[in-house]
């Protein structure tokens, strides 16, 4: 098989052809051979250049193709990078003889690092019991809509709890900047494809999914999970570990009951407070960890087409626009965006009563009026927050707090005008654009809910981020707070070789919870490296 790489296709080309036709002859241009002596190609990657919008826009490809005589075509190219012998990207689990514990291994947490744990292990014949704190997804999608429309939060069934993890009500983007010599991402996407996402996950170069897709794959995979001899508990709240002489046992749950296991994959999510406070009294090792707080920023979608995409705007190829922003503050902070989501809401994503939370979320569609992002400022535990290991949860929960004060006490999320943000007045209406997040906004100063360092850096980044995005600070861009779980400000700290705890055998701490991963994707990935830990464990 034969790789090209950089392989151009303006996005004009494709108006009069279909995107096939217009592959095979650029294709058959680059190696200069026949349409007879092309057997079949498949798209590896895809990206697309718009840096010349002006003009045009161009996609960029990276095919695998099969050819006759390719030693000969390959021959011919010896001196060019971009035409290669294509690399195996096929996932290769690990292999087992025997399984060598009498108990089987348990998954503690039902998000995308548990579902692919549990996945593999199954996979492997190993018959795991994943239990999970929250409900199942349609009875926990029910819930989730109960604090959006009502008013009404349900502890352990909300964003953050319950079958899918923190990610299903998000964009349901499936990218990452990880390392993966061993295409553990690959199998990732392969499997939600197997579960019903779209093919194209595996080529488009941010690929996602959406949460109304989400829900199938998720349940899908569970039940995949069920058939090879596995089982999954809902409404299995883990509130205690078995440990005797530094080795796990198992683990207690919240009604009484005591499962006994030597592996327990400790998948949790990042807001999982009360498990991260357990762990402390078990004296299971943690440290604290950067994480970043900040807001939601809110912008009509059509207005981000136009600034990325120019006179492509709109176009049905490329769908809604996005963007990535960064800026290095005078005082020595970082600003960014977080987590952006085209054509997407704001939403209520708080786990615990009295306590306001944002969070952002698209359908696959992507097609609402506003885009959102957080625009978040990191912060570090040796400079910001020092203490113990749960000094960042500490801050987290008292800056949600008070922004469950800012917003009136009911769920509502104070919210403030950038252009008055920028004033430091506190706003009284809202402008053109009208917030998304629901149960509510509640117009007010902002800058009572961060520390004082946040606040001059994203007042500082703002109009930067406006010359680079036109009307990125437009007076009546909406900000809405606060976005304070962008990662988990622990880490469960695991022996690099083995994964396990470093201090609990056995144990194996992953994912966001843990400090491990950012996203689904990488989540997932880090599923099944410990997984295969497990294995080779045993």
């Not at 508990?233 to 198992?250: A, C, M, W, Y």
Request: aromatic residues 8%.
């Amino acid at each position: 098989m034969i790789r090209i790489t950089e392989l151009p296709i303006p996005l004009d080309d494709t108006t009069h052809k279909s995107v096939n036709e217009v592959l095979r002859e650029a294709i058959l241009d680059r190696l200069l051979i026949s349409d007879v002596e092309l057997v079949d190609f498949t798209v590896f990657k895809r990206s697309h250049d718009a840096r010349r919008k002006s003009s045009n826009i161009t996609f960029i490809y990276i095919i695998d193709l099969i050819a006759r005589d390719e030693e000969k075509i390959l021959s011919r190219f010896l001196n060019d990078p971009h035409v290669i012998s294509a690399p195996d990207t096929q996932y290769y689990p690990p292999v087992r003889d025997t399984l060598g514990s009498k108990t089987r291994p348990l998954v503690v947490g039902f998000g995308p690092c548990g579902l692919f744990a549990a996945l593999l292990l199954a996979q492997q014949g190993y018959k795991p019991i994943v239990l999970e704190r929250g409900r199942e997804v349609k009875r926990r999608t029910h819930d989730t809509w109960g604090l959006w429309k009502k008013k009404m939060l349900i502890p352990e069934s909300n964003v953050q709890f319950g079958e899918g993890g923190a990610g299903l009500f998000s964009d349901g983007k499936l990218y990452s900047q990880i390392k993966d010599p061993k295409f553990y991402g690959r199998k990732v996407m392969r499997e939600f494809i197997l579960a019903g996402a779209p093919p194209e996950i595996l080529y488009v170069n941010k690929p996602h999914i959406g949460t109304f897709r989400l829900t199938g794959i998720v349940t899908a995979i569970r039940n995949k999970i069920i058939e090879l001899g596995g089982e999954v508990r809902f409404e299995s709240k883990v509130t205690d570990l078995l440990i005797e002489n530094g080795e796990i046992q198992g683990v207690g749950l919240e009604n009484g009951e005591r499962l006994n296991s030597h592996h327990v994959v400790l998948a949790l999510g990042h807001s999982s407070r009360d498990t991260l406070r357990m762990l402390e009294q078990r004296q299971v090792f943690m440290e604290a960890k950067p994480f970043a707080v900040g807001f939601r920023i809110e912008h009509p979608q059509s207005m981000i087409d136009k600034a990325r995409l120019g006179r492509f705007a709109g176009h049905p190829a490329l769908g809604a626009a996005d963007y990535k922003l960064v800026h290095h503050a005078s005082n020595r902070r970082s600003v960014y965006s977080f987590c952006m989501c085209p054509g997407g809401t704001v939403v209520a994503a708080t786990s615990e009563e009295n306590r306001v939370v944002t969070n952002g979320m698209s359908q696959y569609s992507r097609n609402e009026r506003n885009a959102n992002a957080g625009i978040v400022v990191g912060i570090d535990p040796k400079i910001d927050y020092p203490g113990g290991p749960l000094a960042g949860v500490l801050l987290q929960e008292r800056l949600e707090s008070l922004a469950y004060e800012l917003g009136g006490k009911d769920y509502c999320a104070p919210a403030q005008l950038v252009g008055d943000f920028l004033c430091g007045t506190a706003s009284r209406e809202l402008g053109g654009i009208e917030p998304s997040y629901k149960p509510g906004v509640h117009l007010c100063d902002l800058a009572a809910l961060l520390p004082k360092y946040a606040i001059e850096a994203i007042r500082e980044a703002l109009p930067i981020f406006g010359r680079q995005i036109k009307g990125f600070d437009r007076y009546d861009a909406v900000l809405t707070g606060i976005e304070s779980r962008t990662s988990s400000p622990v880490r469960i700290t695991r022996d690099p070789v083995t994964l396990q705890s470093i201090n609990v055998l056995g144990l194996y701490p992953c994912g966001e919870g843990a400090g491990y991963a950012g996203g689904i994707l990488s989540a997932g990935v880090d599923g099944i490296k410990i997984a295969e830990a497990v294995v080779a464990n045993q």
